[in-house]
């Protein structure tokens, strides 16, 4: 008995996978999606309690666009405020890129529209004019190729907070270098 070899394809893996060789290219991208953070505002989570997060779209103009793609958004100073009914990014710093375009005035600090849904609109209106929570931004990242800020409802910490948080990160610190000294050492 006799058996035939078959000739590979092209593409072919000698039959030790089930996909295709660009199926598995195409299941590994999906599998590590790359970095989609643009911009943390880390001092948010210090100088505030953060209570309640919600995804609001931003009105953006070519040149800000582009200057996010290189990277140069910075959230550290905006905050969010309620005018007319809609809410407006102030003090987020998007510095323009030399070659931006020349018939446009780019103003790095300017006040920029956030995107949200009418009744996402009136809940955050509602918590904040009569709880008196603050409008912050926490995070800027890319969903589906659309720039996306992530806003938190906030109250400011006191400074004794800050202290307690900053003695709870240190303990958490401390037991979990404990933990891996004893885990080595057994």
Do not use: C, F
């Amino acid at each position: 008995m006799t058996e035939r070899l078959q000739e590979p394809e092209l593409g072919d893996n000698g039959g030790m996978s089930k996909q295709p060789a660009h199926d598995k290219a195409k299941a590994k991208a999906k599998a590590e999606p790359a970095n989609r953070t643009i911009a943390l505002n880390k001092r948010a989570r210090h100088e505030y309690h953060l209570v309640d997060r919600v995804e609001a779209g931003l009105a953006l103009q070519g040149w800000e666009v582009k200057a996010i793609r290189a990277g140069r958004a910075n959230l550290t100073d905006g905050y969010a405020y309620i005018e007319h009914g809609e809410i407006y990014l102030v003090g987020a710093q998007i510095t323009p890129l030399i070659q931006a375009s020349t018939h446009v005035i780019a103003n790095d600090r300017r006040t920029r529209k956030l995107l949200l849904n009418r009744h996402e609109i009136d809940k955050l209106v509602g918590r904040v004019e009569r709880d008196g929570y603050t409008l912050v931004p926490t995070a800027m990242y890319w969903s589906r190729n659309k720039v996306k800020l992530e806003i938190a409802l906030a109250k400011g910490k006191k400074e004794h907070d800050k202290r307690d948080t900053a003695k709870e990160r240190d303990w958490q610190r401390e037991k979990q270098r404990a933990m891996r000294r004893h885990n080595k050492d057994a």
